[in-house]
């Protein structure tokens, strides 16, 4: 699967026993529909984490193509945040730029996410320093 904002080739990394796929190149994270609910490992019903996403037409940002069926995606602010997300219209999955992810989970913090945040940190740290070399 390519980037939907560079179109490199993503690679395959596990969180918390979650495959997701992260963008060395600009450090972005898709999550395939459900894994966000996985990541914060929700036993409730799953439209609880789906109301947190809220459609918007305000965001003047450059919307991506789906990775998966290349259809336009949806800007989508994040609870009542100003946190603006892309969504596939067909239920693909959900995009993240640079730190939106952590961002996501600051928000709705639990002891798991605490742990992903821990592991996105090292990521995020790790691709720094591959740069500056
Ligand atoms: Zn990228
Ligand atoms: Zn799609």
Redesign the pocket.
């Known amino acids: 699967m390519n980037?939907p904002?560079?179109k490199?080739p993503m690679i395959i990394l596990e969180l918390n026993k979650v495959e997701i796929d992260f963008?060395p190149?600009?450090s972005?994270i898709w999550l395939d529909e459900g894994e966000l609910e996985l990541l914060y490992s929700i036993d409730k019903p799953d439209n609880e984490l789906q109301k947190l996403f809220q459609q918007t037409t305000s965001s003047k940002e450059k919307s991506y193509k789906c990775p998966i069926c290349r259809k336009r995606m949806i800007k989508t602010q994040f609870s009542n945040t100003d946190l603006i997300l892309d969504r596939c219209p067909q239920n693909h999955g959900i995009w993240f730029d640079k730190g939106e992810l952590e961002k996501v989970l600051t928000i709705k913090s639990n002891s798991s996410s605490e742990k992903i945040l821990a592991l996105l940190k090292d990521m995020f740290s790790y691709n720094k320093s591959q740069e500056a070399e």
Do not use: K, L, Q, S
């Open positions: 980037c904002v560079c490199e963008c190149n600009c972005g």
